[in-house]
Protein backbone atom coordinates (compact mmCIF):
# COMPACT_ATOMS: atom_id res chain seq x y z
CA UNK A 1 0.00 0.00 0.00
CA UNK A 2 0.99 3.55 -0.66
CA UNK A 3 2.87 5.82 1.86
CA UNK A 4 -0.19 8.41 1.30
CA UNK A 5 -2.65 6.06 2.87
CA UNK A 6 -5.41 7.91 4.47
CA UNK A 7 -7.09 5.62 6.90
CA UNK A 8 -9.94 7.70 7.57
CA UNK A 9 -10.63 7.76 3.79
CA UNK A 10 -10.22 4.02 3.78
CA UNK A 11 -12.94 3.44 6.53
CA UNK A 12 -15.44 5.26 4.62
CA UNK A 13 -14.93 3.82 1.20
CA UNK A 14 -16.33 0.71 2.07
CA UNK A 15 -17.57 -1.54 5.15
CA UNK A 16 -16.69 -5.29 3.94
CA UNK A 17 -14.73 -7.90 5.33
CA UNK A 18 -12.22 -7.32 2.60
CA UNK A 19 -11.74 -3.37 3.17
CA UNK A 20 -11.50 -4.29 6.91
CA UNK A 21 -8.56 -7.13 6.32
CA UNK A 22 -6.90 -4.57 3.89
CA UNK A 23 -6.33 -1.87 6.99
CA UNK A 24 -5.15 -4.58 9.19
CA UNK A 25 -2.59 -5.36 6.75
CA UNK A 26 -1.53 -1.85 6.80
CA UNK A 27 -1.60 -1.52 10.37
CA UNK A 28 0.46 -5.05 10.77
CA UNK A 29 1.40 -4.14 14.49
CA UNK A 30 3.11 -1.12 13.95
CA UNK A 31 2.36 0.81 16.96
CA UNK A 32 2.06 4.69 15.12
CA UNK A 33 -0.04 3.14 12.49
CA UNK A 34 -2.49 1.86 15.62
CA UNK A 35 -2.13 5.13 17.28
CA UNK A 36 -3.66 6.25 14.31
CA UNK A 37 -7.04 4.02 13.69
CA UNK A 38 -7.59 4.84 17.74
CA UNK A 39 -7.24 8.30 17.24
CA UNK A 40 -9.97 7.38 14.31
CA UNK A 41 -12.06 5.34 16.84
CA UNK A 42 -11.62 7.18 20.16
CA UNK A 43 -12.55 10.76 18.20
CA UNK A 44 -14.33 10.24 14.77
CA UNK A 45 -18.04 10.55 14.03
CA UNK A 46 -20.24 7.66 14.70
CA UNK A 47 -19.93 5.87 11.20
CA UNK A 48 -16.15 5.91 12.04
CA UNK A 49 -16.34 4.77 15.53
CA UNK A 50 -18.60 1.74 14.10
CA UNK A 51 -16.09 0.47 11.32
CA UNK A 52 -12.97 1.33 13.27
CA UNK A 53 -13.96 -0.97 16.07
CA UNK A 54 -13.91 -4.17 14.05
CA UNK A 55 -10.91 -2.99 12.58
CA UNK A 56 -9.10 -2.50 16.23
CA UNK A 57 -10.58 -5.62 17.00
CA UNK A 58 -8.80 -7.79 14.08
CA UNK A 59 -5.65 -5.62 14.91
CA UNK A 60 -5.38 -6.86 18.73
CA UNK A 61 -6.32 -10.42 18.12
CA UNK A 62 -3.14 -10.84 15.61
CA UNK A 63 -0.96 -8.43 18.21
CA UNK A 64 -2.60 -8.28 21.62
CA UNK A 65 0.26 -6.09 23.21
CA UNK A 66 -1.25 -3.11 21.21
CA UNK A 67 -3.67 -2.80 23.38
CA UNK A 68 -2.05 -1.85 26.79
CA UNK A 69 -1.81 1.74 26.18
CA UNK A 70 -5.32 2.21 24.85
CA UNK A 71 -7.25 -0.47 27.15
CA UNK A 72 -9.06 2.32 29.71
CA UNK A 73 -9.99 4.12 26.88
CA UNK A 74 -11.57 1.36 25.35
CA UNK A 75 -13.25 0.11 28.00
CA UNK A 76 -14.30 3.82 28.85
CA UNK A 77 -15.73 3.81 25.14
CA UNK A 78 -17.62 0.61 25.27
CA UNK A 79 -19.10 1.87 28.25
CA UNK A 80 -20.71 5.09 26.83
CA UNK A 81 -24.65 5.34 26.50
CA UNK A 82 -25.54 5.29 23.29
CA UNK A 83 -22.91 3.62 21.98
CA UNK A 84 -23.45 1.88 18.84
CA UNK A 85 -23.50 -2.43 19.08
CA UNK A 86 -20.73 -2.77 16.90
CA UNK A 87 -18.80 -0.79 19.40
CA UNK A 88 -19.59 -3.05 22.20
CA UNK A 89 -19.43 -6.42 20.45
CA UNK A 90 -16.07 -5.47 18.96
CA UNK A 91 -14.69 -3.87 22.20
CA UNK A 92 -15.34 -6.93 24.10
CA UNK A 93 -14.45 -9.06 21.69
CA UNK A 94 -10.82 -7.76 21.70
CA UNK A 95 -10.82 -7.96 25.05
CA UNK A 96 -10.80 -12.12 24.83
CA UNK A 97 -7.23 -12.30 23.47
CA UNK A 98 -6.06 -9.59 26.26
CA UNK A 99 -4.16 -10.63 29.33
CA UNK A 100 -6.17 -7.59 31.29
CA UNK A 101 -3.50 -5.82 34.05
CA UNK A 102 -4.94 -6.04 37.55
CA UNK A 103 -5.42 -2.22 37.83
CA UNK A 104 -7.78 -2.52 34.62
CA UNK A 105 -9.68 -5.82 35.60
CA UNK A 106 -12.29 -3.90 37.58
CA UNK A 107 -13.27 -1.79 34.99
CA UNK A 108 -13.60 -4.48 32.45
CA UNK A 109 -15.43 -6.95 35.10
CA UNK A 110 -17.64 -4.10 35.66
CA UNK A 111 -18.68 -3.55 31.95
CA UNK A 112 -18.86 -7.29 31.18
CA UNK A 113 -21.34 -7.84 34.33
CA UNK A 114 -23.17 -5.27 32.93
CA UNK A 115 -23.27 -6.25 29.85
CA UNK A 116 -24.69 -9.82 31.05
CA UNK A 117 -27.26 -8.34 33.21
CA UNK A 118 -28.80 -6.13 30.70
CA UNK A 119 -31.59 -7.40 28.91
CA UNK A 120 -31.24 -5.39 25.75
CA UNK A 121 -27.78 -6.22 24.93
CA UNK A 122 -26.99 -8.62 22.14
CA UNK A 123 -26.40 -12.10 22.07
CA UNK A 124 -22.82 -11.88 21.17
CA UNK A 125 -22.29 -9.29 23.19
CA UNK A 126 -23.16 -10.97 26.12
CA UNK A 127 -21.49 -13.81 25.26
CA UNK A 128 -17.71 -12.47 24.51
CA UNK A 129 -18.27 -10.79 27.72
CA UNK A 130 -18.78 -13.92 29.43
CA UNK A 131 -15.47 -15.21 28.22
CA UNK A 132 -13.67 -11.97 29.66
CA UNK A 133 -14.78 -12.97 32.81
CA UNK A 134 -13.56 -16.15 32.73
CA UNK A 135 -10.09 -15.18 31.75
CA UNK A 136 -10.22 -12.30 34.88
CA UNK A 137 -10.74 -14.91 36.85
CA UNK A 138 -7.83 -16.66 36.77
CA UNK A 139 -6.33 -14.22 38.21
CA UNK A 140 -9.12 -13.29 40.51
CA UNK A 141 -10.76 -16.52 42.04
CA UNK A 142 -12.80 -14.55 43.79
CA UNK A 143 -15.13 -13.65 40.94
CA UNK A 144 -16.03 -17.32 40.28
CA UNK A 145 -18.84 -17.25 42.52
CA UNK A 146 -20.59 -14.44 41.23
CA UNK A 147 -20.04 -15.41 37.02
CA UNK A 148 -21.44 -18.44 37.58
CA UNK A 149 -23.97 -17.26 39.31
CA UNK A 150 -24.68 -14.62 36.51
CA UNK A 151 -24.67 -17.16 33.83
CA UNK A 152 -26.79 -19.48 35.57
CA UNK A 153 -29.66 -17.65 36.00
CA UNK A 154 -29.21 -16.40 32.15
CA UNK A 155 -29.20 -20.51 31.09
CA UNK A 156 -32.96 -21.30 31.22
CA UNK A 157 -33.92 -18.01 29.12
CA UNK A 158 -31.49 -17.49 27.07
CA UNK A 159 -30.38 -18.46 23.30
CA UNK A 160 -28.82 -21.46 21.97
CA UNK A 161 -26.17 -18.93 21.41
CA UNK A 162 -25.93 -18.04 25.63
CA UNK A 163 -26.64 -21.45 26.61
CA UNK A 164 -23.80 -22.88 24.59
CA UNK A 165 -21.32 -20.53 25.92
CA UNK A 166 -22.48 -20.13 29.46
CA UNK A 167 -22.10 -24.15 29.24
CA UNK A 168 -18.57 -23.88 27.91
CA UNK A 169 -17.55 -21.10 30.51
CA UNK A 170 -19.67 -22.70 33.47
CA UNK A 171 -17.08 -25.74 32.82
CA UNK A 172 -14.05 -23.92 32.05
CA UNK A 173 -14.72 -22.12 35.89
CA UNK A 174 -15.46 -25.41 37.67
Given at each position: MAISFDLESEILKEHSKRQTVKIVSWINGD???????MQQFLCGEPRIVQRSSWIVSLCIENHPSLIKPWLSKIVKRAGEKNIHNAVKRNVVRALQFVDIPRSQQGRAANLCFYFLQNVGEP??????????????????????QEI??????????GSAGIQSRGRKVLKQLS
Open positions: ETRFAQLVAVKAFSMTVLANIAVQEPDLKKLVIEQMLPY
